[in-house]
């Protein structure tokens, strides 16, 4: 009797501590004037109309895109995201996001959330926590996911050239691509998640952030 009792003590102190970390992160983002939010927000409707198949991104990397869809899209469909802890860092970083446990090379870290929309290129520098959406793009205009006042954890993500976080584009069960972070080589408890912004000029192939 007195094990059982003292195994639901335990049962209730971990509740409790998984309920007062939830709380905190949630208390965190509302200092930053930032709703946590899972998933890619729909601004404009009319994304909804946009065939993914028949875009040159698409078919260009279709293989690439199948086989990540196979492996990575039902832990995106259940909104996964790694073991991590948001930290300050100092006054000139802000905040960090480090393993709380390691994390295995391609080990999915979870999906950039925030929201989908258009903006014109020339207004890019505008939108310091976005990353480049990959379809959309003209001369005039490009696709973003803006984390500014609407995103989870993955955007305490900072920059490095020698990073161990990457950047990988899954097609979900919804039939839209979702920006996702994998691990880029073996990530060891307590070390901070880090990745590379990319380049900040467009013509560039490789996805990038707005801003370092």
């Known amino acids: 009797m007195k094990k059982i009792s003292m195994l639901l003590l335990l049962i209730s102190f971990v509740c409790i501590q998984t309920r007062q970390m939830t709380v905190d992160m949630h208390m965190l983002f509302r200092s930053l004037q930032c709703d946590y939010f899972q998933g890619l927000f729909i601004e404009d409707r009319q994304h909804t109309l946009m065939s993914m198949q028949a875009s040159d991104f698409y078919q260009i990397n279709k293989e690439r895109m199948l086989f990540l869809e196979q492996k990575y899209a039902d832990l995106l469909h259940k909104n996964v995201v790694a073991s991590v802890s948001v930290q300050w860092i100092n006054s000139v970083v802000g905040y960090g996001l480090f393993a709380l446990e390691a ?42 996911v803006d984390a500014k006042n609407l995103g989870n954890e993955l955007r305490f993500v900072n920059h490095s050239v020698d990073c161990n976080v990457k950047v990988v584009y899954v097609t979900g069960y919804d039939r839209r691509i979702h920006v996702c972070f994998i691990a880029l080589k073996d990530i060891v408890k307590g ?5 590379h912004y990319g380049s900040i000029n467009w ?5 990038s952030v707005l801003h370092p």
């Open 103 to 144: 994390l295995p090379k391609d080990s999915f870290i979870g999906e950039y959330a925030g929201r989908l929309k258009v903006i014109k290129k020339s207004e890019a520098y505008n939108y310091s926590y976005a990353w480049k959406y990959p379809l959309g793009e003209t001369d005039e205009v490009m696709m973003i």
């Open 191 to 195: 070390q901070q998640l880090l990745i």
């Open 203 to 207: 013509g560039d192939k490789e996805p």
